[in-house]
Nanobody, 123 residues
Framework: QVQLVESGGGSVQAGGSLRLSCAASGYTYTTYCMGWFRQAPGKEREGVAV???????RYADSVKGRFTISKDNAKNTLYLQMNSLKPEDTAMYYC?????????????????WGQGTQVTVSS
C-alpha cells in the first residue's frame, strides 16, 4: 500500500501563487508515476500534471507555462508549483500514484489517492 498526504492548499487572489506538497509513504518503490489531479464542484476529476520515475512530465494544456510538477526522491515528496493562478483553477487538488509505466493524465489509471487539498482563487 502507498499512503499520500497533500498539503499547501489555500485561498489566493488571481495572479498569485501556491505550492502544493504530497508526502508519500509505504511501498513507494512500487510507484512509477505520480501526479496531481483536480476536481471542481459538478465537474469530473481531471489530470493537471504527472511525472514518472525518470523525471518525464506531462501537463494539461490549461496549466502549461503556469504550473510545474517536481519531486524530491530523498523525501518521497511530490510538489506542484502553481503560478499566475486563475479563478478557474479553483478545485480540490489530489495527489495520485500508480505502478504502471505509462505517463497518463487519465485519473482512472491511478490506484493510490490522497484526501485532497482545497485551492480557491478569487478574482
Amino acid at each position: 500500500q502507498v499512503q499520500l498526504v497533500e498539503s499547501g492548499g489555500g485561498s489566493v487572489q488571481a495572479g498569485g501563487s501556491l505550492r502544493l506538497s504530497c508526502a508519500a509513504s509505504g511501498y513507494t518503490y512500487t510507484t512509477y508515476c505520480m501526479g496531481w489531479f483536480r476536481q471542481a464542484p459538478g465537474k469530473e476529476r481531471e489530470g493537471v500534471a504527472v511525472i514518472d520515475s525518470d523525471g518525464s512530465t506531462r501537463y494539461a494544456d490549461s496549466v502549461k507555462g503556469r504550473f510545474t510538477i517536481s519531486k524530491d526522491n530523498a523525501k518521497n515528496t511530490l510538489y506542484l508549483q502553481m503560478n499566475s493562478l486563475k479563478p478557474e483553477d479553483t478545485a480540490m487538488y489530489y495527489c495520485a500514484a500508480k505502478s504502471a509505466r505509462w505517463l497518463q493524465l487519465f485519473a482512472p489509471a491511478y490506484n493510490y489517492w490522497g484526501q485532497g487539498t482545497q485551492v480557491t482563487v478569487s478574482s
